[in-house]
């Protein structure tokens, strides 16, 4: 069983753990710190509830009228177990009040599952960042969900064809 909860500076270890474990170029301490101490962002963990173990979190910062989604990390022992939905779920459950304009991340163009991840919990491609990461200067994806939208959407499903 997992639960998800806000993150503590006591976490830091493991989320250090994690990033290193899953990205070729990982954020410092100080920047995981930096985002904690900001009042703009949202920091999410999801524990294991028997080991009280941190298998993933996510860190999104709201700008202006869009949360934008700046980490987001599974232990790569624990993927394909849905913990980065059930992050993603969380957040939107959180900030359904507080979204107006959406949410918006940047992915590697060469990282297929995480894009489905994505479009699958309703963000689109709307661009591309050229040489975006700097490891290898791959290009980003843009996506964008909008809530606004996804209303109007389900408002359409409901009414039929």
């Given amino acids: 069983m997992v639960e998800i909860r806000g993150l ?3 976490d830091l270890g493991a989320i250090e753990r994690i990033e290193r474990r899953s990205y070729p170029t990982p954020w410092s301490r100080s920047m995981f710190a930096g985002e904690f101490t900001k009042p703009s962002s949202l920091c999410l963990g999801a524990f294991e509830d028997e080991r009280n173990a941190l298998v993933g979190f996510l860190i999104i910062s709201r700008y202006v009228d ?3 989604v700046m980490n987001i990390a599974v232990d790569p022992d624990q993927r ?3 913990i980065a939905t059930m992050l ?3 957040l939107f459950q959180l900030t ?3 979204s107006q304009r959406g949410y918006t991340l940047e992915v590697r163009v060469s990282n297929a599952d ?3 991840l994505y479009e699958r ?3 689109k ?4 960042r050229r040489g975006y990461y700097t490891d290898n200067r791959e290009d980003a994806v843009i996506m964008w969900k909008d809530p606004i939208l996804d209303l109007l959407a389900r408002g359409q499903e409901a009414l039929g064809p």
Avoid: S
């Fill in 8 to 10: 503590r500076l006591r």
């Fill in 66 to 68: 869009a949360w934008h």
């Fill in 80 to 82: 394909r177990r849905g």
């Fill in 88 to 90: 993603l779920e969380r």
């Fill in 96 to 98: 359904a009040g507080n």
């Fill in 114 to 116: 995480a894009i489905r």
């Fill in 121 to 123: 919990l309703g963000f």
């Fill in 125 to 128: 491609a709307k661009g591309v």
